[in-house]
């Protein structure tokens, strides 16, 4: 079973997390402050972390984007009372895999974290370079160049451009994307996958004046060397 370990200086929400996940048979700690995390994943591996953003020390969007400089795969469901569209799009530049506005019902907690799981435990696909033009995409290092120059791009933003170039030139709908990257829990404003189409731009395309990354009005988004 996943360990998991938890970031949330609310003593009464953290203990109720922790007793309600060790009851559906995870191995959960917690800690109360963003410097004692880091020194808690020293002790032992962990495969998935809840994080909230307003905590003393380290701030919870900070250790997210600390996670994400050595460790690309596991899981990050922020926890925040911060509902706003852009401190949504802020934990997601800084890696994070899905968010949940408190107050929230325990159980949908655990819905996600299933939901998590279950896309992280995918195994690798047989293809293990995508090349579009002089884009070429690593999927079993998960490394993205252009014109052999790399791109740093934040998980979503890696999972949304391979989502488009498995599609072959297809073009995607904005709800397929949202399906399909966020899960059918996630509860976006579709406006966010323009957000992240643009992140993608400026980091593929801007510097390039062969565009890769199109909008078909009316329709999606899709991916090819017009």
């Not at 969007?61 to 990050?76: A, F, G, H, N, Y």
């Amino acid at each position: 079973m996943t360990k998991i370990l938890l970031l949330e200086d609310d003593t009464i929400l953290s203990q109720e997390i922790l007793t309600f996940l060790k009851s559906k048979n995870f191995e959960c700690d917690a800690v109360y402050n963003g410097d004692i995390f880091f020194r808690q994943i020293h002790k032992k591996p962990y495969g998935l972390y809840l994080l909230d953003i307003n905590v003393p020390g380290m701030h919870g969007l900070e250790v997210c984007q600390k996670i994400r400089d050595t460790d690309r795969v596991s899981p990050i469901l922020m926890l925040t009372a911060y509902g706003e569209l852009q401190d949504k799009l802020d934990a997601f530049r800084n890696g994070a895999d899905d968010y949940l506005v408190k107050p929230f019902h325990i159980e949908e907690l655990y819905i996600r974290i299933l939901a998590l799981l279950r896309r992280s435990s995918i195994p690798q696909e047989s293809e293990q370079t995508i090349r579009i033009l002089d884009l070429e995409i690593n999927v079993s290092e998960m490394k993205v160049t252009r014109n052999h120059q790399p791109i740093e791009l934040t998980p979503k933003e890696y999972q949304l451009l391979l989502l488009l170039a498995k599609a072959k030139g297809r073009t995607l709908s904005k709800q397929t994307i949202a399906e399909q990257i966020w899960d059918i829990h996630f509860d976006t404003n579709l406006n966010t996958i323009e957000v992240y189409i643009n992140f993608l731009r400026k980091k593929v395309d801007k510097e390039h004046a062969q565009k890769l990354i199109h909008t078909r009005p009316g329709y999606g988004y899709y991916l090819q060397a017009d």
